[in-house]
């Protein structure tokens, strides 16, 4: 009972907040809105017996993706009012996008059959002393290593691909490396070895000169000799 009302809140709240993440109008209160969707597909995730999903979305996707985008949406000025001008132009393209998009999704579902022994293989009892994190990782690093693999690849060539396209080289401005003059230089430095006291002169320090001696006072003879 207690799970099964869980289920129907984290569902409904996960709902709610992708809804608010597609009509929100200020970018920020979206991206908030997606952090708070990513928290309760976790919450599905933990009651559907997955921790270790549930923990690599709140870690990876919460934890790095939507705090990125967040962090680029309020330190980039972008103009999203000057993003949104070619709307109406892109809009057609766009519809067509979708509705072929949407009659793929629509052709697998209607093609989509449950397998027979799928609900005996649901209810079946976990193997003892194995996790789901365990189970999941003798999956993919055995059955499925070389696609994991390829899409370790994938990632690595999209990322090295965005960087390269977003470098702007501007050589007057900007410092580079040059390891081939590094290694060629030569060191003009000689070590010197002044003799003992050297280093130190006599006209070189300063000292403060004495107060100036008192004057004797005269001692004035009014008086003859008698």
């Known amino acids: 009972m207690i799970a099964a009302l869980a289920f129907y809140a984290f569902a409904a709240i996960l ?3 992708a809804v608010m993440v597609v009509t929100s109008r200020n970018p920020v209160h979206s991206v908030l809105y997606l952090i708070l969707a990513f928290f309760n597909a976790a919450g599905l995730f933990l009651l559907a017996g997955a921790e270790f999903l549930a923990m690599i979305l709140v870690i990876v996707y919460v934890g790095a993706v939507a705090v990125l985008f967040l962090f680029v949406v309020m330190m980039l000025d972008v103009d999203f ?3 949104r001008e070619g709307f109406q132009r892109y809009a057609p393209f766009g519809a ?3 509705a072929i998009l949407f009659l793929e999704l629509v052709l697998v579902f209607g093609a989509w059959q449950l397998a027979p022994d799928a609900m005996d293989l649901r209810l ?4 003892a002393g194995v996790s789901n994190t365990e189970a999941l990782g003798r999956v993919i690093y055995t059955d499925y290593i070389f696609l994991f693999q390829a899409a370790g690849m994938i990632l690595l060539v999209a990322m090295i691909g965005a960087i390269v396209l977003t470098l702007r080289d501007k050589p007057a401005n900007s410092k580079r490396q040059d390891i081939a ?3 060629a230089r030569t060191s003009k430095l000689a070590m ?3 003799a003992l006291g050297a280093g130190i002169a006599r006209e070189e320090i300063l000292r403060p ?3 100036p001696a008192p004057e004797p006072k005269k001692v004035s ?4 000799h008698h």
Do not use: F, N
């Open 96 to 98: 067509v996008v979708g």
């Open 181 to 183: 003059a590094q290694i």
């Open 192 to 194: 010197a070895q002044p």
């Open 15 to 17: 709902v709610a907040s």
């Open 124 to 127: 079946s009892p976990a193997p």
């Open 209 to 211: 000169l004495p107060p």
């Open 81 to 83: 009012a000057r993003l």
């Open 221 to 224: 003879h009014e008086g003859g």
